[in-house]
């Protein structure tokens, strides 16, 4: 063990890591998830044994079995956070330890194995203290932390691996929308589904994103920039976007509906809107919110701002909703003063220039 209480933990420092002015350049202009830092965490969990080696290594390519379960069974979840430049030079993480406890949701929805919150901290303090310097310091900028576990047994058998691989590797971020806080265009997908009752759509696993795709490709032949999903059963009620929570405010009544929790994931940044704007004097009710709704308030002017949020996207306006069954527009398909203002409020909270009074952010270097 070691201080962080890592089991067998080694750290292998890259033998020819990326050049001081190549970084640059990449965090000049990173995009998003197509760069990545010299080092990732890797640690192996085996049936019998538990967690063990434990190992902070040069970034590089994995050696699979043909056969390992992940490949043909899907026992794969993950997670996704950010680690922010501060004024002060540091480095700061959001709400990690919400990141921690959904990682271990996923794990029990997927039949994998627990990992125990500390350890999942420690694997990005380790990273962090090797690759920190691959936090960007622009406006808006990030280091996009992606730890996952998969099923890296090799077998064929429809049943539980024995053993699991987990990883945390790292990739800087510029904003998720190129168009920064322009509200968004979203297409109705009325075909297809994400997930349904009893199935996996609380968790975290690729599987939900893969189902995505297909209708997230259909968004944008229709000049959208997100797909959003209605519920499995009946095709009425709004459920989520293909990688975001949704929104809808109610400037009159101080009021913010929002879909429940139960095949739709729980974001974290979901949650925290939840605390902010109650203590700003808002209500927050999470129900079924039909699409004809939507459509009906947004017209008559009822409903005043829609958002979606996310880890990557944090809080961007919806503007316009498209689909088979017509268009219409949600505040002139403008960004509402409410959505901003939230906006700004996390964005300073997660970059350090506000005061943190829920402990929500941590210095980790």
């Not at 039949?111 to 303090?125: D, G, N, Q, V, Y």
């Not at 310091?137 to 996952?148: D, F, G, I, K, W």
């Not at 920039?225 to 989520?240: C, G, I, S």
């Not at 974290?268 to 939507?294: C, H, K, M, N, Q």
Request: aromatic share 10%; net charge negative.
């Amino acid at each position: 063990m070691t201080s962080d209480g890592l089991p067998d933990l080694r750290r292998e420092p890259h033998p020819n890591p990326i050049p001081a002015a190549e970084r640059d350049r990449i965090l000049a202009n990173p995009g998003f998830g197509t760069s990545f830092t010299d080092h990732m965490f890797q640690m192996t969990w085996t049936e019998g044994r538990g967690w063990h080696s434990a190992t902070v290594k040069p970034y590089g390519p994995l050696t699979l079995s043909p056969a390992a379960a992940v490949l043909h069974y899907a026992q794969e979840i993950f997670e996704g956070l950010k680690a922010y430049r501060y004024p002060d030079g540091g480095i700061g993480l959001f709400r990690a330890e919400a990141n921690a406890r959904r990682l271990n949701l996923s794990a029990e929805r997927m039949a994998m194995p627990h990992l125990p919150e500390e350890w999942f901290l420690a694997s990005i303090r380790e990273l962090l203290a090797v690759d920190g310097d691959w936090v960007p310091s622009q406006e808006e900028a990030s280091l996009y932390l992606r730890p996952y576990m998969f099923a890296s047994e090799a077998f064929l058998g429809v049943r539980p691996a024995k053993e699991y691989t987990y990883l945390v590797i790292a990739s800087p971020a510029a904003a998720y929308f190129k168009h920064g806080p322009k509200p968004l265009t979203l297409w109705v997908s009325e075909e297809f589904n994400r997930a349904g009752p009893g199935g996996t759509g609380a968790a975290k696993c690729g599987g939900n994103y893969a189902a995505s795709l297909l209708p997230q490709a259909e968004a944008i032949e229709h000049g959208c920039d997100q797909v959003v999903f209605l519920d499995a059963v009946k095709y009425e009620n709004v459920d989520e976007l293909g990688g975001m929570n949704l929104f809808f405010v109610y400037e009159n009544e101080r009021v913010l509906y929002t879909p429940k929790l139960g095949t739709i994931l729980p974001g974290i940044t979901r949650d925290a809107i939840f605390t902010l704007a109650t203590e700003a004097g808002w209500e927050v009710r999470e129900t079924d919110y039909s699409l004809a709704r939507w459509r009906d308030d947004a017209e008559s002017g009822v409903l005043t701002e829609a958002f979606a949020c996310g880890t990557a996207a944090v809080i961007t306006p919806v503007g316009t909703v498209k689909g088979r069954s017509g268009e219409f527009q949600v505040n002139g398909g403008e960004a509402g003063k409410f959505t901003m203002q939230l906006r700004q409020t996390i964005l300073d909270l997660q970059h350090g220039r506000a005061e943190d009074t829920h402990g929500w952010t941590a210095k980790v270097a």
